[in-house]
């Protein structure tokens, strides 16, 4: 071998050692992180986290900043981007899609509790007040909207498709209609504001919450299935760390459960918080 072509060979491997011994670093790093950043919408989400979470993982030792978010995009694209190293503030459904359709590498690690969905109303207080023409505003992402039209389905208020997944229902299922209400999406965030131009709003807990409303001021509330429950979610080359696996257990804990029952009364909540 020549000389050229050993120094080459050796030149490669001392690079490849370098390059090994940085990603060792660089994972080494991420197992003993101790300064986490997590993301939640505005309300509710992220009170839930800086009453019930932030503490216990402050009393291993993290130092932990809530940031806090007005829209259902910006946190997973920070997840992705590193600015967070977890959230909290979609259900698995919304979740899945949205990392498929964005080609996100993001999972869950948890379930957590969610303020129901409801419809509000500042002039009308039952839904038998709903009026032929009523305007009703309701979430424009796909998965709140199919989940907005199944709540108003269940108060008889429309029909749609028999058969259809009522995951995926959309306008364009709608069968019948028999009080000829006009339905107006709007981005979640902005549906406490509609209700002074509508008659009803169907509005996610969060952003009710963080408007002012109250779940005891709903003309109705929705009984949440499972998968409508929140999740944290995080990176999934991060999934395995300790410091997820310490997030994910402050959810499961009996500290947390207090938490819930003071302050957070009404909220649906998985198996293992009931």
């Given at each position: ?23 060792l670093a660089s994972q080494a790093q ?150 000829k209400i006009q339905l107006v999406p ?89």
């Amino acid at each position: 071998m020549s000389f050229s072509r050993r120094s080459l060979l050796s030149t490669a491997v001392a690079l490849a050692a370098v390059l090994g011994a940085a990603t060792l670093a660089s994972q080494a790093q991420a197992q003993q992180k101790k300064e986490l950043v997590i993301g939640a919408t505005a309300g509710s989400n992220l009170d839930v986290l800086k009453l019930g979470i932030k503490p216990q993982l402050e009393q291993k030792g993290y130092k932990v900043k809530l940031v806090e978010f007005n829209d259902y995009v910006q946190p997973n694209k920070a997840l992705a981007d590193g600015a967070l190293d977890a959230n909290f503030f979609q259900h698995i459904i919304y979740l899945k899609k949205f990392a498929a359709d964005q080609k996100l590498d993001i999972v869950d690690i948890v379930q957590g509790p969610i303020a129901p969905l409801g419809l509000y109303s500042r002039k009308f207080k039952t839904v038998a007040d709903v009026r032929e023409g009523a305007r009703i505003a309701l979430p424009n992402d796909p998965t709140n909207l199919a989940r907005s039209l199944v709540f108003l389905e269940q108060h008889k208020l429309l029909t749609v498709k028999p058969g259809v997944d009522p995951l995926r229902v959309t306008e364009k299922d709608i069968v019948a209609n028999p009080k000829k209400i006009q339905l107006v999406p709007l981005e979640a965030a902005q549906l406490p504001r509609a209700l002074d131009d509508t008659d009803f709003a169907v509005i996610n807990g969060n952003f009710a919450i963080s408007s002012g409303l109250k779940l005891t001021e709903a003309v109705a509330l929705e009984k949440t299935p499972d998968y409508y429950l929140l999740v944290a979610a995080v990176k999934r080359a991060d999934a395995a760390t300790p410091w997820a696996h310490d997030i994910a257990e402050a959810f499961k804990t009996p500290y947390f459960k207090q938490v819930l029952d003071k302050n957070f009364a009404g909220y649906a909540r998985p198996s293992f918080l009931q």
